[in-house]
């Protein structure tokens, strides 16, 4: 508590990467005068056909799923998105990649939830290319950089209205209220119903987010600050 309250006293610069933080931050009491949105970025590079082959054999994945990416952790909301998932009947099946957090959320694999656990980085790209969706319901992110490296894949993203993950989606995925079950659940039909159309507006929003501009936009603050 004193370290924030320092925090707050001294700062020059916070870096916030999305606006719903600096809306935090202006609620945990830091001037809105020191705070600047640099928002985060993506890589456009794009899983090759022998990538996606590689990580189905690799991983023994079923030829269509639905994907979530992140640590394993309440405010990641897993629990509702296995619940909405049982309620889709013919769902492809749900896999789930990511480390253990802290809480008890690591799901039960059973034969429609396939729990891959943590996987490399050289992965990622090409298990993104391979879903049919991202599925992020998130109850609260500082970014929610998934998102966007699903999108630069062309896959469909499912997430969370409000917070940083509607901000970071912009009009290119399926937004939903992330505690109501139904409501997930009607987003993962929605966003098989518009596969092709999220495909082409998420891969080209994601190409306009990139580290370049996040790199540029930290070296104007950093001059500000060096300047006064």
Not at 40 to 57: F, H, I, K, M
Not at 183 to 196: K, M, N, P, Q, T
Request: charge should be negative.
């Amino acid at each position: 508590r004193r370290s924030l309250e320092i925090l707050k006293k001294n700062a020059q610069a916070v870096l916030c990467s999305s606006r719903a933080t600096m809306a935090d931050c202006v609620d945990a009491g830091f001037s809105a005068s020191v705070l600047h949105h640099v928002p985060l970025g993506v890589n456009d590079v794009q899983a090759t056909p022998s990538d996606v082959q590689r990580v189905r054999s690799t991983y023994s994945l079923p030829s269509e799923y639905f994907l979530f990416v992140g640590t394993l952790e309440p405010r990641k909301n897993l629990a509702r998105l296995v619940q909405a998932h049982a309620l889709v009947v013919d769902a492809p099946p749900l896999v789930i990649v990511g480390a253990k957090g802290w809480g008890n959320e690591t799901p039960i694999a059973s034969e429609n939830v396939i729990f891959l656990g943590h996987v490399p980085t050289a992965d990622l790209a090409a298990l993104y290319a391979a879903a049919q969706a991202l599925c992020y319901p998130s109850i609260l992110e500082g970014f929610g950089l998934p998102i966007l490296e699903a999108m630069v894949q062309g896959t469909p993203v499912l997430t969370s209205f409000a917070t940083s993950t509607e901000e970071v989606a912009g009009n290119a995925a399926v937004l939903v209220d992330p505690l109501d079950v139904s409501a997930i659940a009607d987003g993962l039909h929605r966003v098989l119903a518009r596969h092709d159309e999220l495909s082409h507006l998420g891969h080209a929003h994601a190409t306009t987010m990139s580290w370049q501009h996040t790199a540029a936009l930290t070296h104007g603050v950093y001059a500000q600050v060096c300047a006064s």
